[in-house]
Every structure is written in C-alpha cells, then in structure tokens.
C-alpha cells in the first residue's frame, strides 16, 4: 500500500511528460530507420544486409505501420469504448477497394485523373492518394454507421456476432463481386492492381520506394496517435471511458448511449479505411483472399496485448505481432526446419498462435502487456481492495 | 410549497412481483425529504423510476412542470435529476477529477473535430471543466484526490465521490440512495451537515433514501415510508416515530420509535 500511495504522487505530470518524451523518441527512433535503410543500408557488409533481408525487411517495417494504424482504430472502438467488434477487416476491406476503384486503371471505362501523377492518357480512375484516403475513410465510416446503429443497441456479446457475420460478409461480397448485375465491383479472386503509386513534392512512389513510404505511414501513424490522445482527454474520450466502465451509470450521469457508442464505432470505421487505403499503396494492389478473419483476430490480438485502451501499449503490441506475422514466423519457420529437417509450414500457424494468445491473455492478463503503470496499479490494489470492503 | 419532482400513482411490476403499488410523492422545491422502509420495499426501484432507468408499469413523473415519465435516462440527468446508487458505481479505472467530469457531458460543448483540432474555446471550456471539477470535489471534501484512480479511493470517499460526480451535472434534484451506507456514527453526524450545505449554498432539493434512522430523523422535512411496494405513512419525523402502522413494519429490525 505504502509504495503504490508514493507511486501515486505527481501521476498527472509524468503522464503528459511521459506522452512527449514517447512521442519524441518514436520520432526520433523513425528517423533513424530511415536514414539508416535510405542512406547507410547499402554499404553495410553483404552478411548484414542478407541478416535483415531475413529478419528485419523494410517492407516488413512499412506493413506494421499499417497495422499500427489500424490497431489505434480498433483500440478506439475496444480499448476504448469497451465495445468488442469481431469484424474488422471489413473496414479494412472498404478502404482497400476504394483505392483500388479510385487509383487505379480498373474503371477503364472512364478517364479521370485528379491530383495523381500517372499519366493523363491512362484510362480509369486517377485521384490523388491523399484525396482517396479521405474518401476511403469516409466510404468505410459511413457504413461503420450503417451497420453500427441497429447493432450497438444490442448487448455487447450479440454485437460481437453482428461485427464478425459482418466482417465475413463484406470480404465475401468482394471476392464474389465480378458480376453483380452485370456491374464488375471487385474484379472478384482476381483482384484489383496496381494501384496507383503516391504522389509526393512531385514525386511518385513506387513500389521500391520503401524509404518515402516509410515515412508517410509514420506520419499518417504519428496523426492516428496524436488523434487518439486528444480524443481522450476530452469530452467524447471521458464519456467513452465511463461506457466502458459502467455504461447504466454512464448514461445516468447523461452520456447518450446510443450516440456516443456510435461515435466510437465511427472513427473506427474511419481510421480502419485510411488502414486499408494505405495498405493497398504498401502491396501496390487489392486482393479480395487477403481481408480474412484473421485480420479482425490479429488487431483485436494487438489491441488486447498492449493494454487496451493504452496508446503506447497498442503500438508496440501491433508493431511486435505485425512482424511476427510478416517475418518473425516465416523466419523463425525456415530456421526451424533448417535446423530439424522439418518442414513445418509456420506461417500457416498464424492464426493459431493470435488466437491463442488473445484466449490466454483474456484468461490470465487482462489489462495486457504493457498496461498503463496506473491500470497495473489498480488491477494489483484491487486485490486487497475486495478484500477490504468486506469489512465495511 | 410548489414541488419540483413529483411522482403520481406509479406502479411497477416485475413478472408478478409487485414492487411498487399506486405510490405518489413529492419533493417540494429546495426541501430535504426521505423514503425510508424496510429491505425491499421498494425503494431503489422507485429511484429507477424517478431516474428513467425503469419504466412504470403505470403512473407518471413530472419534472419541473414538465411529464418525463417516457424521457430517456440521459435525458433526464442532464435536465438536472441526479443520483447516487445504492452499491457504489464510480468509473472505476478514471481518476476521481474524471468521474465528475464525465458528469459534466451534457454542459460541454465541444465536438469531435474541436477536440481533435484543440482549437481556443474547447481549451477553455475544458479548463473551466477541470476547475469546477475541482471545486466539486473541495466541496465533498475530497479535493486530494483529484488524480487518484476511483478504484483507490476510500469506501467513505467513493461515497464522497459520487455525490460530487452527480452534482457536476448541475442538478435542481439530488437522490441519494443509502448515503451513509458503510459510514461510523461521527460521519454520519457530518454528513447531516453535508446535506444541508448542498441544498442551502447550491439551492438543491434532496431525496434520500437512509436506513440510518438517526440520520433521517435529523435531516429530513418529511419522510416518506414504503413497505413492501406500499406507502403506509407520510409526515414529518415527530408524525412518523409514533405512527403504529410504520413501527409495525419496522419491529424485529431494531429499529423504531425509540432510536
Ligand atoms: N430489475 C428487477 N427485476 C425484478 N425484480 C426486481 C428488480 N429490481 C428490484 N426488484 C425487486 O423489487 C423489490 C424491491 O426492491 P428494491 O431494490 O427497490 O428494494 P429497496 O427498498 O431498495 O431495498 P433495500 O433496502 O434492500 O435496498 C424486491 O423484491 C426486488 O427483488
Ligand atoms: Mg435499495
């Protein structure tokens, strides 16, 4: 008791204090890796180079910023609001499809460019990217609305079905969309690609643009955080943090539920389309088989292991299962079977091993990893706590 | 006295309980008053009627000249009826300052795009936010523990907390629904005085619901008891300690007359 009382002492400074100097030590951290990866990279030694093409791909760092913007989504929604969406990758999906229908050479019916740098003579829809994250936001948003309103009135274990039939049925619309009415949507199995490259200080950025890219999704990441904490110092965050820890006392103290619930459910949306918009420009193209259920598994999974609702957490949480995911699997795979004269296909595994550590978190450390240093208080005081109030 | 709060022939049902039957009250205009009566009488439930929270299975409620029997809960916390709960609900994993301001939705201006934008006027209206907050928990007496988790705090200043919580919302009614639950005699005997500040420096009308009948007797203009979703007796506490039908009601428990 006597040490979490001193622990408790100047709290509000060292958070505020805390969230700058985090933010500038990711900054600076990024920055690095760019330089390194832009400048330096090549004339290290070929052993170093072959190490980090196995273990540390530039791509690898490009698609956990992906995923870093779509988890701080999430954790609006989850971490958040308390609300459990199992559907996800619908948004994602949403927003993948918009770039691939508005930066891209797939409605060739039609030529209109605006902003991007592809060629006037290129037939299709040519918009600039930073214009189809936005549309792409609010395509995804909008039917976050959608599905939202009449669901969010359910209780929270119905609403985790209605979120993942939905994050089911979308994808499959997609991936069956050839020929809806004779109208193509999708492009089905087959895919949309490429998607236009982005265009930047005139600049385009193809695909072995890693390093320019690498920056963008730091900032579009660095915007979703900064975003996030505004968020939830003020009003709307409070009254989803109050939902989330007591929602019928919550509305008592006259937080509108539906409203508010809704308004999570919304940014999330949003910022899950700005994610699947910029990761079709990190895979150059739209490939319906890719938006699966693991995804939603994989973000909750990132979600729940950094502490939800904890900025910080979430973003080491998603970086360090994206990798997983991408490389630390495959890698850890081929060494594996190398070694044993196996051959075990571990990427395969991927769902396996996010569900199983989202089961065993959920059981055994629910406030995640890296939990806020006060949530790790309160969840250790609450122990003695229950404890105590019997004697009242 | 013109009421501000009035209940008429409410009923409620649950299945075929009855737990509240054709019960009418009033809360006159800046008056302290009481419902008192044994477990399960019916009182939270009646809270829960007041608040919006349950819907009577008939009956109305009328607010300051207005029906808002068919109101939502939000609705009718931020028209200014506030309460308390029985078992405490405090937002356990935000910090007391929090708690209040989470009350405070409803005065609050700002919007998505102003508080993601920062701009000036959700700056101030924030800062002004955290002052009352401040002063709201001066005011109930626990102002140290502005940064601390609600989950931290003491049993007593969890109580503290949630009286300062619902009158952030700015209320012209307070209900208090066993207060002093969990309290020893000396905070008990303050926290008579507590209730009359509340009601003569902010100008609020308190109902209380209180098993202490020491503090009920001190604190309340009148009382209002419920037996088993009845209302047996109405008066001022000299009427009800002699009322034959509320000692009934009351013997076996210890409590009567005599306290
Ligand atoms: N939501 C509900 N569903 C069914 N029955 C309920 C519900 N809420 C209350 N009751 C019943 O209504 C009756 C009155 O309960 P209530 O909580 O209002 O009593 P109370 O006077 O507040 O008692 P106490 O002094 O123990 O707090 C009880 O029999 C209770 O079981
Ligand atoms: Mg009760």
Redesign the interface.
């Given at each position: 008791m006597a040490i979490s009382i001193l622990k408790r002492k100047n709290k509000k400074q060292k958070q505020s204090a805390s969230a700058r100097s985090w933010a500038i030590s990711m900054t600076l951290i990024a920055l690095g890796i760019w330089a390194f990866f832009t400048y330096l990279f090549d004339k290290t030694p070929d052993a170093v180079q072959s190490w980090f093409q196995v273990w540390l791909p530039p791509s690898t760092i490009n698609e956990s910023l992906v995923w870093v913007i779509c988890a701080l989504g999430l954790n609006i929604v989850v971490g958040y609001a308390g609300l459990l969406d199992l559907g996800f990758v619908a948004f994602w999906a949403f927003g993948g499809y918009a770039a691939g229908w508005f930066m891209s050479g797939f409605f060739n019916q039609v030529n209109i460019h605006f902003g991007s740098m592809s060629a006037k003579t290129i037939p299709g829809i040519h918009l600039s990217f930073w214009l189809v994250m936005i549309i792409a936001a609010l395509i995804a948003g909008f039917f976050g609305i959608i599905i939202g309103a009449p669901t969010l009135r359910l209780k929270s274990d119905y609403l985790a079905l209605v979120t993942l039939g939905f994050g089911e049925i979308i994808p499959q619309v997609f991936t069956n969309g050839e020929n809806i009415g004779g109208f193509n949507l999708s492009n089905g199995t087959k895919g949309i690609s490429p998607v236009d490259a982005i265009g930047i200080f005139g600049k385009r950025l193809g695909p072995f643009d890693l390093g320019w890219k690498f920056l963008i999704y730091f900032f579009l990441a660095a915007c979703m955080v900064f975003v996030s904490l505004r968020i939830r110092g003020g009003r709307l965050g409070r009254a989803w943090l109050a939902i989330r820890e007591d929602e019928l006392a919550a509305s008592m103290m006259g937080v509108p539920l539906m409203r508010t619930k809704l308004t999570a459910y919304a940014v999330g949306a949003f910022s899950g389309g700005i994610g699947g918009a910029v990761y079709a420009t990190h895979v150059n193209g739209i490939f319906a088989e890719r938006f699966n259920f693991s995804i939603s598994i994989i973000l909750l999974a990132m979600v729940v292991l950094g502490g939800m609702g904890n900025v910080w957490g979430v973003i080491i949480g998603a970086l360090l299962m994206a990798w997983i995911n991408a490389t630390g699997l495959p890698a850890i795979g081929d060494t594996f079977n190398n070694t044993f004269h196996t051959s075990i296909n571990f990427p395969s595994y991927n769902f396996l091993l996010f569900g199983g550590i989202l089961v065993l978190m959920m059981l055994f450390k629910r406030d995640g990893l890296l939990p806020e240093a006060r949530i790790k208080m309160i969840s250790h005081e609450n122990d003695d706590e229950t404890s105590n109030t019997g004697g009242h | 006295m013109s009421s501000i709060l009035s209940a008429e022939h409410i009923t409620v049902e649950f299945g075929g309980l009855v737990a509240v039957n054709d019960v009418s009250f009033d809360i006159p205009e800046k008056g302290i008053v009481s419902l008192i009566g044994p477990n399960g009488a019916g009182k939270t439930t009646f809270f829960n009627i007041l608040?919006g929270?349950y819907k009577p299975t008939s009956g109305h409620v009328m607010y300051d000249g207005q029906e808002i029997t068919a109101l939502?809960?939000?609705k009718i916390?931020?028209a200014g009826v506030?309460?308390t709960?029985q078992n405490i609900?405090?937002?356990?994993?935000?910090t007391a300052e929090?708690n209040v301001?989470?009350?405070?939705?409803?005065h609050?201006k700002?919007s998505?795009a102003t508080?993601?934008l920062?701009l000036p006027s959700?700056r101030r209206e924030?800062k002004a936010a955290h002052e009352e907050a401040r002063s709201l928990l001066e005011f109930v007496g626990i102002g140290k523990t502005a940064?601390?988790?609600a989950?931290?705090l003491s049993?007593g200043d969890q109580r503290r907390l949630e009286v300062a919580?619902?009158l952030?919302?700015r209320p012209k009614v307070l209900l208090l629904d066993e207060p002093t639950a969990?309290m020893n005699p000396q905070e008990s005997a303050v926290f008579v005085d507590f209730v009359h500040r509340i009601r003569d420096e902010k100008g609020i009308s308190i109902l209380l619901i209180e098993h202490d009948m020491a503090v009920v007797m001190k604190v309340s203009e009148r009382i209002t008891v419920l037996d088993r979703g009845e209302k047996i007796a109405e008066g001022t506490p000299a009427e009800i300690k002699s009322n034959p039908r509320v000692i009934e009601a009351y013997l076996g428990k210890g409590v009567g007359a005599g306290h």
């Open positions: - | 608040t929270l939502v809960p939000h916390a931020a506030a309460r709960f609900r405090l937002f356990g994993s935000m929090e301001m989470v009350a405070m939705h409803s609050l700002a998505l508080t993601i920062g959700q924030e940064t601390e988790f989950r931290n049993y919580r619902a952030a919302l969990g």
